[in-house]
């Protein structure tokens, strides 16, 4: 049967994707580093990346093999004594291979980053344009080998346990979210720990460097800088690189899941990995329509980026309606070819796969509001963060009256900004649950019943949507991850003194790569909220499943367990962010008394004299020792509290749980990105020569309201993302767990 080998198509999909990325990568190697000074500042950010990178993944490493042990504990244990594996056979390999893939993906950006520097300084000596492509082709092979890898992963596993293992479907589906959750708990430690890190040394050179000692951003004079610099790459680049493979990740293993729900079995499953695929092509043509003009503004450059995104996505659009049709009609083919040979189950895959053949037109709504509800964020996101936007522009005006009017205004405008995009998710959540076969169990007026096929496919709808706006994921990574190197070229071309103008196309870029950072961090964001709705359900689907005939969980919002569970997840939320926040605090604090004490007792440091140089390695090491060891505490809490909550509570309390993650966590995650991207474009809008430009009172203002922000937008808001999908994903694989030592 056809749709029995359309899985195939995953390995195209990820051939295509990582295909492009060495093609990128070996692009960017072609360009020349520059002069001997500026290749000697890259050396020194790629050996403090490459030292805190190693570091890192050997603490993850460790934390993955414990895991490993405790979940091949659980699963091949109990059966020694003739009782149940509390896990499947496959959890302790698929979590694995997950989470190894998801380390890979943050390595090969940072690697890719810290190699593309100091070229696009090069490259900015000569042009904005080629600035720009230098920096954007470097962004793009992590866009690139993030949804390359994360089809592949998906790809390998749907064939060993359907083809060599010849697993039913709920194994499958059990087997793909715990891929999910390796994928979500190395992100958390990728992010948390690059964030606590990039921010640490980003708040202490600024506050000692631009506001105490009034020298310019990365001057060679501030030991910090280059620590600020080697932040950019494993904050900003590879923690967002394992951020998104993590969302795009678990995208996909929620609608994979949902689809056995619905009945849809391998069509069900195709789909996603194919949307995935034109996704990933589509994305390819975009990338060849991203170039500017030099001397062009800001707004011109943003809709340079722009053109590339939409066009990929009007492209996606267009292709998926169509193969929506061909797969749902493929997938009757091979349902009634399964019946009429009599085999096991094919009854019920008829009967969803007519379901899908009537639901393809809701189907394809669903990917186009899922396409568009990511676009209206992103509109949201830019519209509150970009310095070409009146928000940004009325909070520097703010700085005229000092750093604390400056600072208020940027909460206010944080808070304001969350409106839009929960309402869109929540809009378009309900949306893609009508069209996708949802109506029909609402206008039912059954009882809310988690197994009941209508209500699964509404529920593969929201999915779908979400998989549909991470479906060009490739080149949104790739206007995100493209403003740390070019905030690191700025850096480079000011340390090496190159000529005014490059610094002036550097920041350029960069100010452009902090609004499309705060975009990308939206999708993620909004699409991680999709996802994490669509595992809570997973969850619910298999707690009800462990029952006894005949019996459902009491999810009234009433029932104790589920109240205190939902209070214990939105204080979670909280707790997370209070502890990423003061990491950073307590970070910075050490980077201050360095680099103050570099500046008092390295004669002549600060006036730049010749013979005075800084210590640059001891900032590194520092930022470094203090994120390993603060990244810890937030991985685990987010990582305990499933656990804790479904042995005290029960699974009605973990659902409640996981909808105070999932809500709030959404709410303060857009809160804090805005509010720190605001603050960070007010600052560039001021050294772009407004309201009396660098070194101003204004600007020292400004600079105040950018360290305040800094932990907000890089470090915790970020951190979100993870924090649900590795709430839900944990809930999820320890749910024997739950059932068996649940105390309620």
Known sequence: MLIDNLFWVGFLGAAAGIGFAVFQILKVFKYPEGNPRMIEIAQAIRDGANAFMKRQYLTVTIFLAVMFVILAALAYIPPL???????????????????????????????????????????????????????????????????????????????????????????????????GMGVAVVAVFARVGGGI?????????????????????????????????????VGDVAGMGADLHESNSNALVACIALSFAAQ??????????????????????????????????????LKTLHRGVYIAGALAALLTLPLIHFIAHHNLEGALDAYARGAVGAAEWVAGAESMVNNAWGMFAAVLIGIVAGFIVSYFTEHYTSDASKPTRELAESSKSGSAPLVIGGLALGM????????????????????????????????????????????????LAAVSMLATNAIILATDAFGPVADNAGGIAEMAGLPPEVRQRTDALDALGNTTAATGKG????SNSFTGLALLVSYVTLAERALPYGESLNLAIVNPPVLVGFFSGVAVVFLFAAMCMSAVQRAAQSIVHEVRRQFREIVGLKEGKPGAKADYATCVDICTRGALKEMIPPALLTIAGPIIVG?????????????????????????????????????????????????????????????????????????????????CAVAIVFIGVTNAFALL
């Open 81 to 179: 004594f003739d009782a149940s594996p509390l896990i499947n056979q496959y959890t302790p390999f698929a979590f694995l291979t997950g989470g190894g893939l998801t380390a890979l993906c943050g390595f090969i950006g940072m690697k890719i980053s810290t190699n593309a520097n100091a070229r696009t300084a090069q490259a900015a000596s000569e042009s904005l344009n080629k600035a720009l492509r230098v920096s954007f082709s470097s962004g793009s092979v992590m866009g690139f080998v993030v949804n390359g890898l994360a089809i592949l992963e998906i790809t390998v596993w749907y064939m060993l346990l359907t083809m060599v293992f010849q697993e039913p479907p709920d194994v499958v589906s059990e087997t793909m979210l715990t891929f």
């Open 197 to 233: 890190f990039t921010k640490a040394a980003d708040v202490g050179a600024d506050l000692v460097g631009k506001v105490e000692a009034g020298i310019p951003e990365d001057d060679p004079r501030n030991p910090a800088v280059i620590a600020d610099n080697v932040g950019d790459n």
């Open 264 to 301: 849809y079995n391998i069509g069900g499953f195709i789909l996603p990995i194919i949307i995935s695929v034109i996704g990933v092509l589509c994305s390819i043509v975009g990338t060849f329509f991203v170039r500017a003009k030099e001397n062009t503004s800001q707004k011109a450059l």
């Open 416 to 463: 304001r900004s969350v409106a839009g995009p929960l309402i869109t998710i929540g809009a378009a959540a309900i949306g893609s649950f009508i069209v996708s076969g949802g109506l029909a169990f609402i206008q039912a007026g059954s009882p809310a019943d988690a197994l009941d096929l209508n209500f699964s496919a509404g529920l593969y709808g929201i999915a």
């Open 523 to 526: 999708f993620a964001i909004a």
């Open 647 to 727: 042995i005290l509570l029960g699974a009605p309390g973990v659902v409640g749980y996981l909808a105070g993650i999932i809500g709030s966590g959404f709410a303060m995650a857009v809160f804090m990105l805005n509010s720190g991207g605001a603050w960070d474009n007010a600052k560039k809008f001021i050294e772009a020569g407004n309201l009396d430009g660098k070194g101003s009172d204004n600007h020292k203002a400004a600079v105040i309201g950018d360290t305040v922000g800094d932990p907000l937008k890089d470090t915790a808001g970020p951190s979100f993302n993870n924090v649900i999908t590795v709430s």
